[in-house]
């Protein structure tokens, strides 16, 4: 809701009747919509309805098979070609997928290298900087989370809070254009989503563009320009924070929020 770098008609990614299909039931089906850069957008919405799956489609982890997704102009995952569409190159969808930051609920670090090891390996071996310039990189991002004095630490001596601000730590050092984030703090210890929400309320004051499927509603209240809600695959809502929480748009969303709070 801070919302100050928010450009309205600059979408970086437009999702366009995206459907995903797992043997006999739709996991998404018909979603549609729009994130311009410097936005904020949470996407609430009961287990199993499609967030998860959603977020895997906009950088191909999950291949879609009905619809388009567009970041930065550019196909996500196929190529049209004389009137047909065709699955792309894996070195274009890598390509695309450098772009995107993802932060995962479970923080998956690699376990036998430092922080700082874990910072600097995507941008030296996936984006080809230099270890020096990756070093900087990484503690600038350090510093981003508070966590400069941890940088030569393995992973199993932080708790999940500093594990879950090195993985945002990392997916910053790749300089994303956004960054998706699937229940960042559902796997900590109540005690450790605070911190962990606090990084990435900096990041959305910053003007990072963040989808984040989250279960903290307060926090998708406070942080989010907008609010998707899915259920059953489908897209419910998509309205500014403030008018969804003011009114929420149906009686079951309405349910669902109470039970949330
Ligand atoms: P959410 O993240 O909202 O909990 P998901 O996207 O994980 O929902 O799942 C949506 C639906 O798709 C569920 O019914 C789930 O069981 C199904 N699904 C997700 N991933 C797979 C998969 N790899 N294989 C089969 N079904 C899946
Ligand atoms: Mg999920």
């Known amino acids: 809701m801070y919302g100050t770098m928010t450009a309205p008609d600059n979408p970086l990614l437009v999702v366009e009747n ?3 299909r797992f043997s006999a039931s739709f996991a998404i089906e018909d979603v549609s919509f729009k994130l311009n850069r410097g936005e904020t957008v949470a996407i609430l919405g009961p287990s199993g309805s499609g967030k998860t799956t959603m977020l895997r489609c906009i950088n191909f982890l999950t291949p879609y098979d009905s619809g388009t997704i567009r970041v930065g102009g550019r196909l996500v995952g196929y190529r049209e070609e004389g ?11 890598a390509d695309i997928r450098k772009r995107i930051g993802f932060v ?3 923080f998956n670090l690699f376990p036998h290298r430092t922080v700082i090891q874990n910072l600097t390996e995507g941008p030296v071996y ?4 230099s270890v020096d310039a990756a070093i900087e990189r990484a503690r600038r991002a350090l510093d981003l989370v508070g966590l400069r004095y941890k940088e030569n630490e393995w992973p199993d001596q932080l ?10 730590a990392r ?16 796997s900590l210890d109540p005690e450790l989503v605070g911190e962990v929400l606090a990084v990435i309320r900096d990041l959305a004051l910053s003007g990072m563009t963040m989808l984040l499927v ?7 209240r406070e942080v989010a320009d907008r609010i998707l809600f899915m259920e059953n695959g489908r897209l419910l809502a998509d309205q500014p924070a403030e008018v969804f929480f003011a009114a929420p748009p149906s009686a079951r969303i309405a349910q669902f929020l109470a039970r949330s709070m």
Not at 83 to 92: F, H, Y
Not at 126 to 129: A, N, Q, Y
Not at 178 to 186: G, K
């Open 18 to 20: 995206v459907g995903k």
């Open 83 to 93: 009137g047909r569409c065709l699955r792309e190159k894996e070195a274009n969808i």
């Open 104 to 106: 995962f609920q479970r």
């Open 126 to 129: 996936v984006l080809g900087l």
């Open 159 to 168: 708790s999940g809070g500093q594990q879950q601000r090195v993985g945002i």
């Open 171 to 186: 997916a910053l050092c790749m300089e994303p254009d956004m960054i998706l984030f699937d229940e960042a703090t559902s």
């Open 214 to 220: 989250t279960h903290e509603i307060a926090f998708a």
